[in-house]
């Protein structure tokens, strides 16, 4: 199936994101319609989970595609029962990069302090060149969700600096939007602030991870 291709469900009217880009394309005054027409049938209000493996380059290099392959499935196979506790869902594996989704932010730090705990027991007695390490991001917001296929939007992208390029490994980082939206309840998080691709960046350490930091 073709990105973006995806219908939301077979009762749906017969109108992907790409066909609706086309005519937007093909019919730029009529940019306001089709914008709203994207809006309404795929936008969603979520908790976006983005974790990314660390030691990517390293291991490959050492070791092979084929071993990095297997690890990414361990991987997954670790994350997904912490996700689905706490019912988010996994929307897609990209490269090094797990993309998930869930009602709320308190579920998607669950899920995330879950993950690091389950990591932590697997790589209980492994050497630590070969431990599975995850580095993960956390944002809340509108995007657009192309239904189990992908998902787009300013806290995707902020989310994706966070575990890819500002979070070491263990560490969860959340944005401002994802900050505000946790129970009160919650450990307290320290604040960063940081200046990548000429924006002002403020984001939040959920401090559990420093229990299980390398």
Not at 1 to 29: K, Q, V, Y
Request: charged letters at 25%; one cysteine or more; glycine letters at 6%.
């Amino acid at each position: 199936m073709a990105l973006m291709d995806c219908r939301l469900s077979d009762g749906d009217p017969p109108e992907t994101l790409n066909e609706l880009l086309d005519i937007l394309i093909a019919h730029p005054d009529r940019e306001k319609e089709i914008t709203a027409r994207i809006h309404e049938r795929f936008e969603r209000e979520k908790a976006i989970l983005i974790l990314d493996i660390s030691g990517f380059t390293r291991i490959t290099a050492e070791k092979g595609i084929v071993v990095f392959l297997s690890m990414i499935r361990r991987m997954w196979r670790a994350c997904l029962p912490c996700i689905r506790k706490e019912n988010g869902e996994l929307v897609k594996i990209e490269g090094d990069n797990l993309f998930c989704l869930f009602d709320s932010v308190d579920e998607a730090v669950n899920a995330a302090g879950a993950i690091l705990e389950s990591l932590h027991e697997i790589n209980a007695g492994i050497e630590s060149r070969n431990h599975l390490l995850a580095a993960i991001g956390i944002g809340f917001g509108k995007i657009l969700y192309i239904g189990n296929e992908d998902l787009f939007g300013c806290e995707v992208n902020l989310c994706s600096k966070l575990g890819e390029d500002l979070a070491n490994p263990c560490e969860i980082l959340l944005t401002e939007s994802a900050q505000r939206q946790m129970s009160s309840a919650k450990i307290p998080l320290q604040i960063r602030t940081v200046i990548i691709s000429g924006v002002n960046l403020t984001y939040y350490e959920y401090c559990f991870a420093r229990q299980h930091a390398p």
